[in-house]
């Protein structure tokens, strides 16, 4: 039986195996697996939500992980809310899911008075058995960014979710897992159950930490398979705690990995380096591990590690029982008449493989020509003086709008090397690019805002 196929999380976690070697390691405490065969962090209530729909919103992660663990297989839906998910938008999601409780720490019950029953947790473990009894399978509810700004709620299961476990990619006797991602997001998610239905342990970022801080402590609890999107690992590289971890295996996704960043990070880390696409509609699509940017094109058309590919005017689609079930609310469904989620990302075929371009709803338009952001950024960073960029739109009263550039520079300089570097910038995007892409305006910056999510935050004209 595969993992996924448990009749819950605890069940899969058990099947896995070896209990007493493996933990999941937040910011301020160390859970061994095996003390869950005795102990709970709900204090006994769970049973009292059994075929409730749950919102679980904490401050921690070690706190959403134990209570994924104790809830997955007992309540009816279980809605993981991201940290930043304002009040107006929690009451928005309680209704639409018809929330009965929400499970929470102590630190943020204040604005929960009133809209459901409020369940304790956290990270502390009391003497409570896991006395399950009969099971149901658990809807696991996804919150993900609306074109209003207000949330989206998708639909997924255990199984789809844990569909994403990979066989193939331990490099070590004990893999050790390690995310930048929060676990309540997708991405966070998808290599928390990795690393549970494979068998592994884990160590959770903390919002409260420094990528310095996170590093080491990821270090000093030898991970050796780390993920993040590219702009988590230009960070990391960037950041003096950098050599504080060294993964055989990285992982990027959420962004575009330009071959500058898979480069950078397999000579930094001396590490293999895959990147992956996946979304929350879509799930997890595939995984390139050849280090080279885009993928295959010959995978286009084709069913490719259990997921039908296609390319559908110039957009991505992905077809596979990894795709979410549905959405909750007047969503649109998930998938078009065929089954293929579109996913938005647009790729562009040059010679044998497809590389992504950017978003299709986030184009600049310069007079009429669209440009993908992405497209600017991926060349700046080719740059050997270049450690991140952000490329973005500027009004223009002729065009509409231009395309302006900041960029983050390897080392300190000083005015007059900051001038000079971006004259030689300028050339170099010249050079490379045709001239309604190349930016009107490079601006040096020390830093560029990384968002909650991991990606980049991008400014609209």
């Known amino acids: 039986m595969q993992p996924y196929e448990r009749e819950s999380l605890w069940d899969a976690i058990c099947a896995a195996g070896n209990l007493q070697e493996r933990f999941l390691?937040?910011?301020?405490?160390?859970?061994?697996?095996?003390?869950?065969?005795?102990c709970t962090s709900l204090m006994g209530r769970a049973e009292s939500l059994r075929g409730r729909s749950v919102l679980l919103r904490t401050r921690d992660q070690l706190a959403s992980a134990l209570a994924m663990i104790e809830l997955d297989g007992i309540v009816r839906r279980m809605v993981l809310c991201t940290p930043d998910l304002r009040t107006e938008d929690l009451l928005y999601v309680a209704a639409a899911v018809q929330a009965d409780a929400i499970v929470c720490d102590g630190t943020i019950a204040e604005d929960l008075h009133g809209i459901a029953e409020l369940v304790p947790c956290g990270t502390y473990l009391e003497e409570h058995a896991f006395h399950r009894g009969a099971q149901q399978p658990t809807e696991w509810i996804l919150l993900t960014s609306g074109t209003t700004g207000t949330p989206k709620m998708v639909v997924h299961t255990l199984k789809t979710l844990g569909m994403t476990v990979e066989s193939s990619v331990s490099l070590a006797e004990r893999p050790v897992w390690a995310t930048f991602y929060d676990i309540r997001r997708y991405g966070g998610l998808c290599i928390f159950l990795r690393a549970l239905l494979g068998g592994d342990s884990m160590v959770l970022s903390s919002s409260g930490e420094t990528t310095a801080e996170f590093l080491k402590r990821a270090g000093a609890h030898g991970v050796t398979h780390m993920t993040g999107t590219p702009s988590h690992w230009r960070r990391a590289i960037m950041s003096p705690a950098a050599r504080s971890i060294s993964p055989p295996y990285l992982r990027m996704s959420g962004e575009i990995a330009d071959q500058a960043i898979l480069d950078r990070a397999r000579d930094f880390y001396q590490a293999n380096v895959a990147h992956a696409f996946a979304s929350t509609e879509a799930g997890v699509g595939f995984v390139v591990n050849d280090g080279l940017a885009g993928f295959p094109a010959a995978w286009a058309g084709t069913r490719h590690s259990e997921v039908d590919i296609k390319v559908e005017d110039g957009a991505l689609c992905?077809?596979?029982?990894?795709?979410?079930?549905r959405y909750l609310g007047k969503e649109p469904a998930v998938a078009g008449a065929d089954g293929f989620v579109n996913t938005g990302d647009m790729v562009e075929q040059r010679g044998d493989r497809y590389y992504y371009v950017?978003?299709?709803?986030?184009?600049?338009?310069?007079?009429?020509l669209k440009i993908?952001?992405?497209?600017?950024?991926?060349?700046?960073?080719?740059h050997p003086k270049v450690r991140m960029a952000l490329a973005r739109a500027r009004k223009n009263s002729i065009t509409g709008a231009l395309v302006a550039a900041e960029v983050v520079l390897e080392g300190d300089h000083d005015d007059a090397e900051r001038a000079k570097v971006t004259e030689e910038l300028l050339q170099f995007c010249r050079g490379q690019l045709p001239a309604h892409k190349v930016p009107a305006t490079i601006r040096i910056v020390s830093e560029l805002t990384v968002g909650v999510t991991g990606k980049i935050a991008r400014h609209r004209a």
Request: charged share 35%; net charge positive; aromatic share 0%.
């Open 25 to 38: 390691c937040g910011a301020e405490k160390v859970v061994r697996l095996a003390e869950l065969e005795r």
């Open 372 to 382: 993908h952001p992405e497209e600017v950024e991926s060349v700046l960073q080719l």
């Open 358 to 368: 950017g978003r299709r709803d986030g184009m600049i338009n310069v007079g009429g």
């Open 318 to 325: 992905l077809r596979s029982r990894r795709n979410a079930i």
